[in-house]
């Protein structure tokens, strides 16, 4: 007879693996070609110094507004061209991806982290708790956001520390709405109550069977806020109240160089175009991820794909 | 009793011959219906019986052109009143000479729209009534369904009424443009069980009234017991077993029918234990050879999963012409 | 109703108290404002003098207390850049803010709702892609990237129209294009998941079984249902653009509005400015959503009141 530990009293929902999750992307193109995409971009944000060029703030005045290598005067040697400054344009995108992926991830793993205990405090705990945190979460919507951001940032100074948690504070709510919302579904679920019925604590509860659960709900809510918070964060350096010069930034470029539209489109162009792929990206892979653990979506899509499959080979 | 020369078809206000509907999901296809022939006849309720997924609640679909855009009506022969007509013209009965009661009341209604609107837009597009006339007919048939208050009642919202009331607003609302055939997909099985008398008391009434013809749709044999005049009992797709009500309660010829009896609760007699059928019913995403329910079946046979039983009389003489068993070992 | 209104009137109440807490809070107690109001450059008597001025040099409790009493006779004090009245100057530049929104959330509305409706009616169908397509692209394009190349095709390329600021129609255009391609990509989203979501709900089949005609079961059923959650985005879209958007679209076209007045602030280090704008834009905002919550409210009886 062997010795086996005792068992739980319920299993834990399964995780998905990665390689499986893998060989489904494939079957999406659009999907695929996204997270190609935003790997890409994470990547040269990590590896910029060995991949971009150019030192970002290497100014050239003899090389101001190069056009890129494809128009006339421009040359492989500045694929993007230049700014006003001499800059090259490829190099300064792959550094302010840096700058912009460090606040986006930092901003939503704090934002998120917090929002989801807060969520699964009000969701778990329902009643008082659950009420005053829910208000409290509703009332922080109806702020005025960017301007308050604007002031409290003009006043605090615009540090890479400051934007990111004020940023943060800006955008806790809607995971704590998330994680709460589907902990009270959760709590009903059969196998939650034979669970808390066979004496299972809070803490281990939490950690063992709702989050879990959760953490395809969240993942997606973090595509969708780092799209969100990518585009927040460039907004206000084109404002001037985010990432300050020298250093780089997607939407600085778009600042410093607008009043040049004129001689030099691509320095405008090209950081907007890059920030535009990647929040679009972003929210393709979010919206990917929803559609696959909505089994009657799938359903509906599948059928549709067979009726037409069944059309064209002349059925009726 | 039936006079057995006659054709059966003949006296059908509805009916459907080789009915055969199919949904496509990612996986393949699902045959919902694989053959079905059944009718129902002015004043009669005919009881479709059968567990989830046995393709009951697709057939009343497929009579009123309302299979939904996942699927699709691959094979059958519709008739009304004995004339051969196609889906689409049945379809535009709907409403006014077919009508349909759902399952779950509260969602069947719109629960924006007050209920009095629900009902006076069916009188008004389909007997195009006036406002005044369509308001006065409406507020009729909150009293014959057994609404009290009606006129305060007319207002109110879906969410405004327990089950058993909303569900007599969707009976109003069924029986408004004065139908000739009102289909029950499970009227009764959101309700408690107290309300649910009370509901199929309704439907008996109405239809000694009315004179229109019913199918009830449902999974629960004390449903049709006493209200139903004819009984289809489907499994996975196909009628098994079919004939007058109380003959087939009395003498089940098919397995199923019987294991379907024995695994009920008969509130008048005292047993000892239920008997379940084991097994759970398939699921057909592929026609495959033989009878379906031969694995949970206790007398089937090698024959019965190689071949097919065919819906015929059974084998016995002294029987009704309209009984009908697919079974190979019909007692 | 009445009762509605006035619940939600006092809820509004609340998040004002909130907000000017929470704008006090940063001012007063996170910093120094009095530096942050100076140049460098400034001497300790520079100091002491603003600091007086301002009543800056009071214990918390009292600030706090002038502060709000302040805040509830709209009066925020006098603009440090300019020397009028703050409020005065926030109202002045209100109308041009109010232009904008407006016209480019009609712009949204008229062209993005219907886009939606259509597309949700054959799901999968060519204008359905085209249109999820676009929103997607719309809602994802940073409003000052977009500015700057409508500014680049249509002024300095095309020279059809002004590259900045107001005071014709002409003026108006590319500001309220910009804005309503970003608010509308979201509004064509919503409407069509909410016309799917609709369609699909089973009182629609009960229509359908009822003989209803699909136009009629669209109009006068799915539509009005349909409505609730666009309802409340397009409100969430206006108040978002009134305290968010407007900032950085009037900053990329000089329109003189609310949003370009917060960044001058910002530049001249105007905190008293920047104060009397976060209570006109958060006052603004409650406005906003409570007329949501109303209109909503008409729409759908079952809406308790919290």
Same mark, same amino acid.
């Given at each position: 007879?062997?010795?086996?530990?005792?068992?739980?009293?319920?299993?834990?929902?399964?995780?998905?693996?990665?390689?499986?999750?893998?060989?489904?992307?494939?079957?999406?193109?659009?999907?695929?070609?996204?997270?190609?995409?935003?790997?890409?971009?994470?990547?040269?944000?990590?590896?910029?110094?060995?991949?971009?060029?150019?030192?970002?703030?290497?100014?050239?005045?003899?090389?101001?507004?190069?056009?890129?290598?494809?128009?006339?005067?421009?040359?492989?040697?500045?694929?993007?061209?230049?700014?006003?400054?001499?800059?090259?344009?490829?190099?300064?995108?792959?550094?302010?991806?840096?700058?912009?992926?460090?606040?986006?991830?930092?901003?939503?793993?704090?934002?998120?982290?917090?929002?989801?205990?807060?969520?699964?405090?009000?969701?778990?705990?329902?009643?008082?708790?659950?009420?005053?945190?829910?208000?409290?979460?509703?009332?922080?919507?109806?702020?005025?956001?960017?301007?308050?951001?604007?002031?409290?940032?003009?006043?605090?100074?615009?540090?890479?520390?400051?934007?990111?948690?004020?940023?943060?504070?800006?955008?806790?709510?809607?995971?704590?709405?998330?994680?709460?919302?589907?902990?009270?579904?959760?709590?009903?679920?059969?196998?939650?109550?034979?669970?808390?019925?066979?004496?299972?604590?809070?803490?281990?509860?939490?950690?063992?069977?709702?989050?879990?659960?959760?953490?395809?709900?969240?993942?997606?809510?973090?595509?969708?806020?780092?799209?969100?918070?990518?585009?927040?964060?460039?907004?206000?350096?084109?404002?001037?109240?985010?990432?300050?010069?020298?250093?780089?930034?997607?939407?600085?470029?778009?600042?410093?160089?607008?009043?040049?539209?004129?001689?030099?489109?691509?320095?405008?162009?090209?950081?907007?175009?890059?920030?535009?792929?990647?929040?679009?990206?972003?929210?393709?892979?979010?919206?990917?991820?929803?559609?696959?653990?909505?089994?009657?979506?799938?359903?509906?899509?599948?059928?549709?794909?067979?009726?037409?499959?069944?059309?064209?080979?002349?059925?009726? | 009793?039936?006079?057995?020369?006659?054709?059966?078809?003949?006296?059908?206000?509805?009916?459907?011959?080789?009915?055969?509907?199919?949904?496509?999901?990612?996986?393949?296809?699902?045959?919902?219906?694989?053959?079905?022939?059944?009718?129902?006849?002015?004043?009669?309720?005919?009881?479709?019986?059968?567990?989830?997924?046995?393709?009951?609640?697709?057939?009343?679909?497929?009579?009123?052109?309302?299979?939904?855009?996942?699927?699709?009506?691959?094979?059958?022969?519709?008739?009304?009143?004995?004339?051969?007509?196609?889906?689409?013209?049945?379809?535009?009965?709907?409403?006014?000479?077919?009508?349909?009661?759902?399952?779950?009341?509260?969602?069947?209604?719109?629960?924006?729209?007050?209920?009095?609107?629900?009902?006076?837009?069916?009188?008004?597009?389909? %007997?195009?009534? /006036?406002?005044?006339?369509? !308001?006065?007919?409406?507020?009729? $048939?909150?009293?014959?369904? @057994?609404? =009290?208050?009606?006129?305060?009642?007319?207002?109110?919202?879906?969410?405004?009424?327990?089950?058993?009331?909303?569900?007599?607003?969707?009976?109003?609302?069924?029986?408004?443009?004065?139908?000739?055939?009102?289909?029950?997909?499970?009227?009764?099985?959101?309700?408690?069980?107290?309300?649910?008398?009370?509901?199929?008391?309704?439907?008996?009434?109405?239809?000694?009234?009315?004179?229109?013809?019913?199918?009830?749709?449902?999974?629960?044999?004390?449903?049709?017991?006493?209200?139903?005049?004819?009984?289809?009992?489907?499994?996975?797709?196909?009628?098994?077993?079919?004939?007058?009500?109380?003959?087939?309660?009395?003498?089940?010829?098919?397995?199923?029918?019987?294991? %379907?009896?024995? /695994?009920?609760?008969?509130? !008048?007699?005292?047993?000892?234990? $239920?008997?379940?059928?084991? @097994?759970? =019913?398939?699921?057909?995403?592929?026609?495959?050879?033989?009878?379906?329910?031969?694995?949970?079946?206790?007398?089937?046979?090698?024959?019965?999963?190689?071949?097919?039983?065919?819906?015929?009389?059974?084998?016995?003489?002294?029987?009704?012409?309209?009984?009908?068993?697919?079974?190979?070992?019909?007692? | 109703?009445?009762?509605?209104?006035?619940?939600?009137?006092?809820?509004?109440?609340?998040?004002?108290?909130?907000?000017?807490?929470?704008?006090?809070?940063?001012?007063?107690?996170?910093?120094?404002?009095?530096?942050?109001?100076?140049?460098?450059?400034?001497?300790?008597?520079?100091?002491?003098?603003?600091?007086?001025?301002?009543?800056?040099?009071?214990?918390?409790?009292?600030?706090?207390?002038?502060?709000?009493?302040?805040?509830?006779?709209?009066?925020?004090?006098?603009?440090?850049?300019?020397?009028?009245?703050?409020?005065?100057?926030?109202?002045?530049?209100?109308?041009?803010?109010?232009?904008?929104?407006?016209?480019?959330?009609?712009?949204?509305?008229?062209?993005?709702?219907?886009?939606?409706?259509?597309?949700?009616?054959?799901?999968?169908?060519?204008?359905?892609?085209?249109?999820?397509?676009?929103?997607?692209?719309?809602?994802?394009?940073?409003?000052?990237?977009?500015?700057?190349?409508?500014?680049?095709?249509?002024?300095?390329?095309?020279?059809?129209?002004?590259?900045?600021?107001?005071?014709?129609?002409?003026?108006?255009?590319?500001?309220?294009?910009?804005?309503?391609?970003?608010?509308?990509?979201?509004?064509?989203?919503?409407?069509?998941?909410?016309?799917?979501?609709?369609?699909?709900?089973?009182?629609?089949?009960?229509?359908?079984?009822?003989?209803?005609?699909?136009?009629?079961?669209?109009?006068?059923?799915?539509?009005?249902?349909?409505?609730?959650?666009?309802?409340?985005?397009?409100?969430?879209?206006?108040?978002?653009?009134?305290?968010?958007?407007?900032?950085?679209?009037?900053?990329?076209?000089?329109?003189?509005?609310?949003?370009?007045?917060?960044?001058?602030?910002?530049?001249?280090?105007?905190?008293?400015?920047?104060?009397?704008?976060?209570?006109?834009?958060?006052?603004?905002?409650?406005?906003?959503?409570?007329?949501?919550?109303?209109?909503?409210?008409?729409?759908?009886?079952?809406?308790?009141?919290?």
């Amino acid at each position: 007879m062997t010795q086996t530990a005792a068992p739980d009293v319920v299993e834990p929902k399964a995780r998905p693996s990665i390689r499986r999750a893998v060989r489904i992307l494939s079957e999406d193109k659009v999907a695929l070609a996204s997270v190609v995409f935003v790997v890409v971009v994470v990547l040269s944000a990590v590896f910029a110094p060995w991949i971009a060029p150019y030192s970002p703030s290497d100014i050239s005045l003899t090389d101001r507004l190069l056009p890129p290598v494809w128009s006339d005067g421009g040359g492989w040697s500045h694929v993007l061209g230049t700014d006003a400054l001499g800059r090259d344009v490829l190099s300064r995108i792959v550094f302010g991806a840096r700058n912009s992926l460090l606040i986006g991830v930092s901003v939503v793993v704090i934002a998120g982290a917090f929002g989801t205990v807060v969520g699964l405090i009000a969701g778990y705990r329902g009643g008082r708790a659950d009420a005053i945190l829910m208000r409290l979460a509703d009332a922080q919507l109806a702020f005025p956001g960017l301007l308050l951001v604007i002031l409290i940032i003009s006043v605090l100074g615009p540090s890479i520390p400051i934007i990111i948690v004020v940023i943060a504070v800006y955008g806790w709510m809607i995971f704590a709405r998330l994680v709460r919302g589907n902990v009270l579904q959760l709590r009903e679920d059969l196998y939650i109550r034979a669970a808390v019925m066979a004496g299972c604590g809070p803490i281990r509860l939490m950690r063992r069977h709702l989050l879990p659960n959760l953490v395809s709900p969240i993942m997606t809510q973090a595509m969708l806020e780092l799209a969100r918070v990518i585009l927040v964060e460039a907004s206000l350096s084109y404002l001037g109240l985010g990432i300050q010069p020298p250093n780089v930034s997607w939407g600085l470029m778009v600042a410093e160089n607008q009043a040049y539209l004129r001689e030099g489109w691509w320095t405008v162009f090209f950081p907007g175009l890059i920030l535009v792929f990647t929040i679009v990206a972003l929210n393709l892979i979010a919206s990917w991820l929803r559609v696959r653990s909505d089994p009657q979506q799938q359903q509906l899509i599948a059928a549709r794909r067979r009726m037409n499959a069944e059309a064209k080979a002349g059925e009726k | 009793m039936r006079d057995e020369t006659k054709q059966p078809a003949d006296d059908f206000l509805l009916s459907v011959d080789n009915l055969k509907v199919e949904f496509y999901n990612e996986r393949g296809t699902v045959h919902a219906v694989q053959d079905v022939s059944l009718g129902v006849r002015a004043g009669e309720t005919l009881g479709l019986v059968g567990e989830s997924g046995s393709g009951k609640s697709v057939t009343a679909a497929a009579l009123m052109d309302l299979v939904p855009i996942t699927g699709r009506v691959a094979n059958g022969t519709f008739r009304w009143h004995g004339r051969e007509v196609t889906s689409k013209e049945l379809g535009r009965l709907r409403g006014s000479k077919i009508t349909m009661v759902f399952q779950d009341p509260m969602s069947a209604l719109n629960p924006l729209v007050h209920v009095g609107a629900q009902i006076t837009e069916v009188l008004r597009k389909h %007997l195009k009534m /006036s406002r005044g006339d369509a !308001r006065r007919r409406a507020l009729e $048939l909150f009293d014959l369904v @057994g609404i =009290p208050e009606p006129l305060r009642r007319f207002k109110q919202y879906p969410f405004e009424f327990s089950g058993g009331m909303a569900q007599r607003v969707v009976i109003a609302m069924a029986l408004a443009a004065e139908p000739e055939v009102l289909i029950a997909d499970e009227p009764t099985t959101a309700l408690d069980v107290t309300i649910q008398a009370q509901i199929l008391d309704l439907i008996a009434h109405l239809q000694k009234e009315l004179n229109i013809a019913i199918v009830l749709i449902t999974h629960d044999l004390g449903v049709v017991a006493g209200v139903a005049d004819h009984l289809a009992v489907m499994y996975a797709g196909r009628v098994v077993e079919s004939g007058v009500a109380s003959e087939v309660f009395e003498h089940p010829s098919h397995p199923y029918m019987r294991g %379907l009896l024995a /695994s009920t609760p008969h509130p !008048r007699e005292v047993t000892d234990r $239920l008997v379940p059928i084991p @097994g759970n =019913p398939p699921v057909v995403t592929k026609i495959l050879p033989g009878c379906a329910f031969a694995d949970r079946c206790s007398e089937a046979t090698d024959r019965c999963r190689t071949e097919r039983p065919e819906l015929v009389a059974p084998p016995e003489d002294d029987v009704p012409s309209d009984r009908k068993v697919a079974c190979w070992h019909a007692a | 109703m009445i009762l509605f209104i006035v619940r939600r009137l006092f809820y509004g109440l609340l998040v004002m108290v909130l907000v000017t807490c929470t704008v006090f809070f940063v001012t007063r107690m996170l910093t120094d404002p009095v530096r942050v109001m100076l140049p460098l450059s400034a001497s300790q008597d520079d100091y002491d003098q603003l600091e007086s001025s301002l009543g800056l040099d009071k214990p918390l409790l009292v600030q706090f207390w002038d502060f709000v009493s302040g805040a509830v006779r709209l009066d925020f004090g006098d603009s440090f850049w300019q020397g009028t009245p703050a409020l005065g100057i926030v109202l002045d530049r209100l109308p041009a803010t109010f232009l904008l929104v407006g016209a480019s959330m009609f712009l949204a509305i008229i062209l993005f709702i219907p886009l939606g409706i259509v597309a949700s009616l054959k799901p999968g169908g060519w204008l359905d892609r085209g249109l999820v397509t676009v929103s997607l692209f719309g809602l994802s394009m940073p409003q000052f990237w977009l500015g700057a190349m409508l500014i680049y095709v249509f002024s300095v390329q095309l020279g059809w129209l002004p590259t900045s600021g107001s005071g014709s129609l002409s003026h108006l255009v590319l500001p309220a294009v910009t804005l309503a391609l970003t608010s509308g990509g979201r509004i064509a989203q919503v409407t069509r998941s909410s016309m799917l979501d609709q369609l699909n709900r089973p009182y629609v089949t009960t229509l359908t079984a009822k003989g209803m005609r699909r136009s009629y079961v669209l109009f006068r059923h799915v539509l009005r249902n349909a409505l609730l959650p666009i309802v409340t985005l397009v409100a969430y879209e206006t108040a978002f653009a009134l305290a968010g958007y407007a900032v950085i679209v009037e900053t990329v076209f000089a329109w003189p509005g609310i949003g370009r007045l917060a960044i001058q602030a910002v530049t001249q280090r105007d905190i008293i400015l920047l104060q009397a704008l976060v209570f006109v834009a958060a006052l603004l905002v409650v406005i906003v959503n409570t007329l949501a919550d109303v209109v909503y409210k008409s729409i759908d009886p079952r809406v308790k009141i919290s």
